[in-house]
């Protein structure tokens, strides 16, 4: 499950939990509406339930629609506190559990509903209160203004929520852009790292290619001037294709870097990379079957970068943890890296990197496939097979699937 199912999972279970309290609630104060009506209210029996109800299940709309919640709610009290006559020991022109529902509702409108509706139902609710409760006298002026003042000041305590939520929610959506803008300039870091690889390796070739036509006619006895126009021809176009690499390397090195001149790592390399894991502290075990000197260098430099990878990763997500390698070469080149479970905890930053999307776009380049995991055990694996033979469109593949970032799982 991914991150974003993972929250949407939990905003679930909130927003249940939330409607199985609010029914909870309407219920409590249903029963005690109910009975105790009589004991505020001259209403006949058979209408007691009916004028409980719109005292507490009003509430029920908090999360839904709070405004019409807010507008059943208020409307009522003011039928009740107008058509229905109270028990002459009652001062009250509604029931109390009628005041906390009318309340609850007004702070949820400040919470979610838009400006000009949370302005009225302020004012209505003012209205409603100032001049139906009890009192006279200075008592009244009192009520008619201090009805007014706390009522306001529970409408900007929602607002104050309203606008914390907000801010919060406008911060996740500009770290989640900035974690999107990081990914992407990791992914346009490794199409130009890519690049260059791609690059020194058909470079060398392509030397060689236009050496080989220019110095033929002098290695070749008998060249006859039609061949040497074509020994020519060919060294022309691979110049001219020698030149076409270079250019386009040229774009995509946008950071204005210069070109790596150091020669590429080879399949054999891989054993200095173990050696020198070791010598760091990696509890490191390797098993190389078969011979890695005359693999293809395309071939071999994509398990060089996986293997330097799944070390990397080996190192940081379960530090102090013995790690395997086995690569057995037969009918294709098979690469196993397996570690177990950390002995230290796993030193993470974000939510992780593009290590293994990175890896995977190293051995489609040549053909190949990687794929990446845990274990049962809790440990992880690294599995990945490259063929002998690198097909022609590796090179399409690399400008179109290449993404990687700063190595992480």
């Given at each position: 499950m991914n991150r974003e199912s993972r929250g949407w999972t939990r905003r679930l279970d909130a927003r249940t939990w939330?409607?199985?309290?609010?029914?909870?609630?309407?219920?409590?104060?249903?029963?005690?509406?109910?009975?105790?009506?009589?004991?505020?209210?001259?209403?006949?029996?058979?209408?007691?339930?009916?004028?409980?109800?719109?005292?507490?299940?009003?509430?029920?709309?908090?999360?839904?629609?709070?405004?019409?919640?807010?507008?059943?709610?208020?409307?009522?009290?003011?039928?009740?506190?107008?058509?229905i006559p109270h028990q002459p020991n009652n001062d009250l022109p509604f029931q109390v559990v009628h005041v906390l529902c009318v309340l609850v509702l007004l702070f949820a409108v400040a919470l979610r509903a838009p400006g000009q509706i949370v302005a009225v139902s302020w004012a209505a609710t003012a209205l409603l209160f100032a001049t139906t409760m009890p009192g006279e006298g200075?008592?009244?002026?009192?009520?008619?203004?201090?009805?007014?003042?706390?009522?306001?000041?529970?409408?900007?305590?929602?607002?104050l929520v309203r606008w914390l939520a907000l801010s919060r929610r406008q911060l996740v959506r500009q770290e989640e852009e900035n974690e999107l803008e990081r990914a992407r300039r990791a992914i346009l870091e490794e199409k130009a790292r890519i690049a260059r690889d791609l690059h020194d390796v058909v470079a060398h070739h392509m030397s060689l290619v236009v050496v080989q036509a220019q110095t033929a006619p002098y290695r070749v006895e008998g060249?006859?001037?039609?061949?040497?126009?074509?020994?020519?021809?060919?060294?022309?176009?691979?110049?001219?294709?020698?030149?076409e690499i270079r250019g386009m390397l040229g774009v995509l090195r946008s950071d204005g870097q210069l070109p790596e001149h150091a020669p590429q790592p080879k399949?054999?390399?891989?054993?200095?990379?173990?050696?020198?894991?070791?010598?760091?502290?990696?509890?490191?075990?390797?098993?190389?079957?078969?011979?890695?000197?005359?693999?293809?260098?395309?071939?071999?430099?994509?398990?060089?970068?996986?293997?330097?990878?799944?070390?990397?990763?080996?190192?940081?997500?379960?530090?102090?943890?013995?790690?395997?390698?086995?690569?057995?070469?037969?009918?294709?080149?098979?690469?196993?890296?397996?570690?177990?479970?950390?002995?230290?905890?796993?030193?993470?930053?974000?939510?992780?990197?593009?290590?293994?999307?990175?890896?995977?776009?190293?051995?489609?380049?040549?053909?190949?496939e990687v794929t990446a995991g845990p274990r049962a055990d809790g440990g992880f694996r690294v599995h990945a097979r490259f063929?002998?033979?690198?097909?022609?469109?590796?090179?399409?593949?690399?400008?179109?699937?290449?993404?990687?970032g700063e190595p992480g799982r």
């Open positions: 939330f409607d199985l309290g609010t029914v909870l609630v309407a219920l409590i104060w249903y029963a005690v509406a109910w009975p105790t009506l009589h004991l505020t209210h001259a209403v006949p029996a058979a209408a007691q339930p009916f004028i409980a109800a719109l005292a507490a299940f009003p509430v029920l709309l908090v999360r839904v629609n709070p405004a019409l919640g807010w507008a059943i709610s208020a409307g009522s009290a003011l039928v009740i506190a107008l058509a200075e008592a009244f002026a009192n009520a008619a203004w201090g009805w007014p003042i706390a009522l306001a000041a529970l409408v900007l305590f929602g607002l060249v006859t001037p039609a061949a040497r126009a074509e020994f020519e021809s060919i060294g022309a176009t691979a110049r001219e294709a020698l030149n399949a054999a390399d891989v054993i200095g990379l173990f050696e020198g894991a070791r010598r760091a502290g990696v509890r490191i075990e390797w098993i190389v079957e078969g011979a890695l000197d005359t693999i293809p260098e395309t071939t071999g430099l994509a398990l060089f970068r996986v293997v330097q990878e799944s070390l990397s990763n080996a190192s940081r997500h379960a530090p102090g943890a013995p790690v395997k390698v086995r690569i057995a070469r037969d009918a294709e080149l098979l690469l196993d890296v397996d570690n177990e479970p950390g002995a230290a905890p796993a030193r993470t930053v974000g939510n992780g990197g593009h290590g293994i999307a990175g890896m995977q776009a190293r051995a489609l380049a040549v053909g190949g063929p002998l033979t690198v097909p022609e469109a590796a090179a399409a593949v690399v400008g179109a699937g290449a993404v990687h």
